[in-house]
């Protein structure tokens, strides 16, 4: 038994969930403190709590704040199994545990294919080659110098969802839709950097290389280099974290996320794409019939409730419920998400609150009054183009079950009358 | 040249003291040899760095999952937080059979099969462990080691000031011309028509023993692949398979692609470490792996290479995503009575049970009853 009248009790302790044990307890706790005068109610507010007695910790502990201590499985999570090596591998992001439509930079899902490469700032180079009037060199301080801007974008793994497409498999949204992130980029537009450079009539594609241990390379059309590309080297105000780049990465924003190359030390343009290792063997999509696409770039219209979910279950029972979820699309802004209780015989239209960017996380939410049965919870995501979210059994009809990349079916959260919520898939 | 200088008024005491009578049959030289198979995840020697596994200096006495700055796996470090410290015996344990050992180990290899490999290997280790070293010469493998202090000098002799700097003729003015020997050590992509390609040559036989060395501790001496490392040969006719083996001869479309990816960034932990006649053998070797040649003197060269077309070639077609039906333009999602009857499960997450279980904490992992 918790001793509620213990003074010395740990900050840990005093939850909300020792309060229902409390009350549970009530009577017995009451007696045994029998002596002392005790006020009616919530003891953390009639008895004085630590943290409104003592003193709490100055200005100069955390000079890089932290979360709370009681966020700390606010983290985020690999799938030991899916990958070799932890070096060359994949974490999720909580999109269980987040709100709104930034993620925070510590909890930025990573993917790297030769680990983190550590680079001083002034030891990093961006080189400008091939069908260009003039080759360049930059240092980061004369990237520094050029005009540069601020865009929210998202940038999603090409494999997010890649597990799923043979069933469900996975169980939270963390794992089956975690690999995407959201934050606002500060960066020079790609644009006046090759302008810089000058490239010539036949320069038709572009080759971003990194200077990690995987030299990581892809093709990118001069199209959409020219168009809303950005050199970033902030993310959310701050240098880029190292697992994300740091101090240089490219964003090719509503693109798969593997062409955004991080640490990005080279620009070649050309006359032909290069047919790299992540353009042909990897990142391209083996259909039914053995054909295989390649350079699907765009990030399809997708969503996923992330609360509830696996990892998010209902604990508080009946009445009202806060059911929300993210939205993205490629190809622009989310014109509308619809949410369905009953496996997708009904859908309701949620509603989005928060900003509405193109190529941006958006979120939605819906807010019901939960009667305790049980819910086939579902959302399905229209973009400013007008394509609609696809089920995931409409994209097997398709494509098969070997695509690994761009699964972004409808997924389906089973909600039962305890409000665990389980990953499923329904007729 | 001693490297280890301080080691030398131990060294008595400890080949006395702790010198294991396993060890003694051990031969360093040969372990030398051995030791190969490791060096494209570990370096030893002077100035030797973490690479994929942790650096192996001292590593005789060293409590397990202890070397600083490595990352290891949890069940490494909690092996060397239950008291297991490296010695001759646990190291013959280890290198065995390691998953046997540790679980969950990061280190991808399978072990060494013959007992005289684990004596080499480790009378060589030895002599760059402190406690019993007899000032051994430094070996950083595959490079000669050079005297630091003139190294250094080398370094310092060559500052970016002195390079001859030509400004930008852009409309910012920033940045400066890069110079052909800049190009030329970081622009070594290779296209499939050939471009890019390097001079050298390579033939299949040349290519087995640097495949074997260099490659086989992850894609298997075959390319069948160890773990969970990618499988680089077989697969043909799979790819409408239920489970499909995507390798270079049964799905990559180019070969440039092969060349490309060895020389930029294999072997894993140690990119950019293979010659340009060694990255053409491995090609050669590989095509050889993948049935693409079936004669051990083929020459894969400059010259022949663009000649060269993987069988899958012709099955990439470009993104025809918009052309799927339910991208039809127009369509307007359903709001009501969209399916005749309830709707029931045919599929739970829970059945596979393959999710990472949480941290012990009571929020993560899913509540599952």
């Not at chain 1, 990958?83 to 930034?102: K, M």
């Not at chain 1, 047919?275 to 042909?280: D, K, L, S, V």
């Not at chain 1, 990897?282 to 053995?290: F, S």
């Not at chain 2, 490791?38 to 596994?53: F, L, P, S, T």
Request: net charge negative.
């Amino acid at each position: 038994m918790v001793d509620i009248t213990d003074p010395k009790r740990t900050k840990q302790a005093a939850s909300r969930r020792d309060f229902l044990k409390a009350g549970l307890l009530g009577g017995a706790a009451v007696a045994a403190s029998a002596g002392v005068a005790r006020a009616a109610g919530d003891p953390l507010i009639t008895e004085i709590q630590d943290w409104n007695r003592y003193l709490g910790e100055g200005v100069d502990v955390a000079p890089y704040g932290k979360p709370s201590e009681f966020e700390a499985n606010v983290v985020r999570r690999n799938v030991p199994w899916l990958t070799a090596d932890p070096v060359s591998s994949i974490n999720f992001t909580p999109l269980h545990e987040l709100d709104g439509i930034i993620t925070p930079n510590g909890l930025c899902f990573e993917r790297h294919h030769g680990g983190t490469a550590i680079i001083n700032p002034a030891d990093h180079r961006l080189m400008i080659n091939g069908l260009v009037d003039t080759p360049l060199v930059f240092t980061m301080e004369d990237l520094k110098r050029f005009p540069r801007e601020n865009r929210v974008y998202f940038l999603e793994c090409a494999a997010n969802g890649g597990m799923e497409w043979r069933g469900s498999q996975l169980n939270g949204c963390q794992f089956t839709h975690g690999m995407i992130h959201c934050v606002v980029y500060t960066g020079v537009p790609l644009r006046y950097l090759l302008e810089e450079a000058g490239v010539k009539t036949n320069g038709k594609w572009l080759l971003a290389e990194g200077a990690d241990a995987s030299a990581m390379t892809r093709s990118i059309p001069m199209e959409k280099a020219l168009d809303d590309c950005l050199v970033a080297f902030k993310m959310n105000g701050e240098a880029l974290r190292p697992e994300q780049g740091y101090p240089l990465r490219l964003c090719v924003p509503g693109w798969e996320g593997n062409m955004w190359v991080k640490w990005l030390r080279r620009l070649e343009v050309g006359d032909e794409p290069w047919a790299q290792r992540e353009e042909t063997s990897k990142y391209t999509d083996l259909l039914a019939n053995g054909k295989a696409r390649r350079h699907t770039w765009v990030m399809d219209v997708k969503s996923v409730i992330t609360s509830p979910s696996p990892q998010a279950p209902v604990t508080h029972g009946k009445g009202p419920l806060v059911i929300t979820g993210l939205a993205w699309s490629g190809n622009g802004t989310i014109k509308r998400v619809d949410v369905t209780l009953d496996g997708g015989r009904t859908w309701q239209t949620a509603r989005l609150d928060g900003p509405s960017l193109p190529k941006a996380l958006h979120r939605f939410y819906l807010d019901i009054n939960w009667d305790g049965s049980e819910l086939l919870l579902q959302s399905r995501a229209i973009d400013d183009q007008g394509l609609v979210q696809p089920t995931k059994n409409e994209l097997r009809a398709a494509r098969g079950e070997n695509s690994i990349y761009h699964n972004n079916g409808i997924q389906t959260w089973h909600v039962n009358n305890d409000g665990v919520v389980e990953n499923v898939e329904v007729s | 040249m001693l490297k280890f200088p301080k080691s030398a008024a131990l060294a008595v005491l400890a080949l006395t003291a702790f010198a294991s009578p396993s060890l003694a049959d051990g031969d360093a030289d040969a372990g030398q040899k051995v030791f190969k198979k490791c060096a494209a995840c570990h370096a030893v020697g002077d100035g030797a760095k973490h690479k994929v596994g942790p650096e192996l200096n001292d590593v005789f006495g060293r409590t397990a999952g202890s070397a600083e700055g490595y990352k290891y796996s949890n069940a490494m470090s909690e092996a060397g937080q239950g008291g297991l410290v490296w010695d001759a015996e646990t190291l013959s344990t280890y290198l065995a059979k390691p998953k046997d050992m540790i679980k969950g180990t990061k280190m991808a290899f399978a072990g060494l099969k013959k007992d005289d490999d684990i004596a080499n290997v480790l009378a060589y280790l030895k002599t760059f462990s402190q406690e019993t070293a007899a000032a051994p010469a430094a070996v950083e493998t595959g490079k000669t080691p050079v005297e630091t202090a003139d190294a250094g000098a080398a370094v310092e002799a060559a500052p970016a000031a002195e390079m001859a700097v030509e400004k930008s003729q852009g409309a910012f003015g920033l940045g400066r011309k890069a110079m052909p020997d800049e190009i030329a050590a970081w622009d070594i992509d290779v296209r499939p028509d050939g471009t890019g390609l390097p001079e050298g040559r390579g033939t299949v036989a040349e290519g087995e023993p640097i495949f074997v060395e260099n490659c086989a501790v992850c894609h298997g001496d075959f390319g069948e692949g160890a773990g969970r490392w990618p499988v680089l040969a077989g697969g043909q006719d799979t790819l409408r398979n239920d489970r499909p083996e995507k390798t270079i001869g049964s799905y990559w479309p180019y070969l440039s692609t092969v060349f490309d990816y060895v020389r930029r960034a294999m072997p894993f932990g140690n990119a950019r470490s293979l010659s340009d006649d060694d990255v053409y053998a491995l090609t050669a070797y590989l095509m050889y792996l993948n049935d693409i040649v079936d004669d051990e003197e083929f020459e894969l060269s400059k010259d022949n290479f663009a000649s060269v077309h993987l069988p899958n070639e012709a099955n990439f077609i470009p993104d025809d995503r918009a052309s799927e039906p339910h991208y039809a333009k127009g369509i307007e999602p359903c709001m009501s009575e969209c399916k005749p009857g309830p709707v029931k499960i045919t599929a739970r997450a829970q059945v596979i049970d393959v999710t990472p279980e949480g941290e012990g904490d009571e929020n993560s992992g899913g509540g599952i009853d």
